[in-house]
């Protein structure tokens, strides 16, 4: 049984910084496609983030250069790294193994706000 938790999310103002975690269980996060998604209020669910197996990295263009996605194959973690956050990243994120028909974790706030 495939099991994600995220952690890290919380309140952040403009400009600045948070790290979220998916602890994966009953998979192994080096050897699946990882993604992080968001979803704000009233829309829908969108692609943040995408490594696959090979390590390679895919971004939507709205985050490029403010977010990166990384493991920890040891612990088998996938975080989630995002800076210079704006209002428009207030959303909750969730973890996903295995692409829009696979697994998720239960999700995250993230508000972003003075």
């Known amino acids: 049984q495939v099991q994600l938790v995220e952690s890290g999310g919380g309140l952040v103002q403009p400009g600045g910084s948070l790290r979220l975690s998916c602890a994966a269980s009953?998979?192994?996060?080096?050897?699946?496609?990882m993604g992080w998604y968001r979803q704000a209020p009233g829309k829908q669910r969108e692609l943040v983030a995408l490594?696959?197996?090979?390590?390679?990295?895919n971004y939507a263009d709205s985050v490029k250069g403010r977010f990166t996605i990384s493991r920890n194959d040891a612990k088998n973690t996938v975080y989630l790294q995002m800076n210079s956050l704006k209002p428009e990243d207030t959303a909750v994120y969730y973890c996903n193994s295995g692409g829009v028909d696979g697994s998720w974790g239960q999700g995250t706030q993230v508000t972003v706000s003075s």
């Open positions: 490594m696959n197996s090979g390590g390679s990295t």
């Open positions: 009953g998979i192994i996060v080096r050897i699946n496609a």
